[in-house]
């Protein structure tokens, strides 16, 4: 089992600026917006750019999403990001910025003991999400503010500290509206290899209808056995 050696790495990571359909006051498919993925055994990327997007109650000035590979020296990482600018939606609700980023790193010096990489969203964040022009405040998780040096610290084995997907902030619900959920931090599956991460989704209601999900990224990757 010792003696067990890694041919290489396979790269996996996906992000999505924007997602999901208006049901209300009339029907809107919003398809994906500024998708990237990168699916690969070698380091690599990819990235996808929207810019000045107005349709169907919804707008923003920028989307933009990326997706990296790298490897050097056994360490493979893979940073997962997607960032929206000036968002409105339906008038009632504008945020400034949201940034969902997912940075993963496998040592091929943990194989085969680890078989899967360590993940963070760290950097994630929403700047300015206002309702009906009041700002909103939101509780973040602990780990999508740690600084990078502390982020390093897990991402490369050196704490024994364990940062992992817990529990996701409480929703906000605002009467004759809908739901805001954010900072959707979570395992995919329950082998635990992969990680998703949505920063805002909304379940909106009454008068204006619809189901949207802004900053979506979602990671693995795995190492490939000899």
């Known amino acids: 089992m010792g003696d067990a050696k890694l041919l290489g790495f396979l790269f996996h990571g996906r992000a999505v600026a924007l997602s999901g359909s208006v049901q209300k006051p009339s029907f809107f498919d919003m ?15 990819a990235s996808s750019v929207v810019n000045q997007f107005s349709a169907g109650g ?8 990326e997706v990296i590979g790298h490897s050097s020296g056994g360490v493979y990482s893979t940073i997962v990001s997607t960032v929206i600018e000036d968002l409105r939606i339906f008038d009632w609700l504008t945020v400034d910025r949201i940034v969902s980023r997912l940075e993963s790193v496998f040592l091929e010096s943990d194989y085969p003991r680890r078989k899967t990489p360590r993940i963070l969203p760290t950097g994630s964040t929403i700047v300015g999400l206002r309702v009906n022009g009041k700002t909103m405040d939101l509780d973040l998780p602990e780990a999508f503010d740690i600084n990078y040096n502390k982020a390093d610290e897990f991402l490369y084995g050196r704490s024994s500290k364990l940062q992992e997907p817990a529990a996701i902030p ?3 619900y605002i009467a004759n509206l ?27 209601g009454s008068d204006d209808g619809g189901n949207l999900g802004v900053g979506e990224c979602q990671s693995n990757g795995s190492g490939i056995p000899s």
Do not use: C
């Not at 994906?32 to 070698?42: L, R, T």
């Open 31 to 45: 398809g994906e917006h500024a998708v990237a993925e990168f699916f690969a055994g070698s380091g690599g990327s």
């Open 170 to 172: 409480k929703s906000l």
């Open 178 to 204: 809908g739901t805001i959920h954010y900072a959707e931090w979570t395992w995919v599956g329950t082998e635990k290899k992969e990680q998703r991460l949505t920063m805002l989704r909304l379940g909106l």
């Open 58 to 65: 919804i707008s923003y000035k920028s989307a933009r999403s």
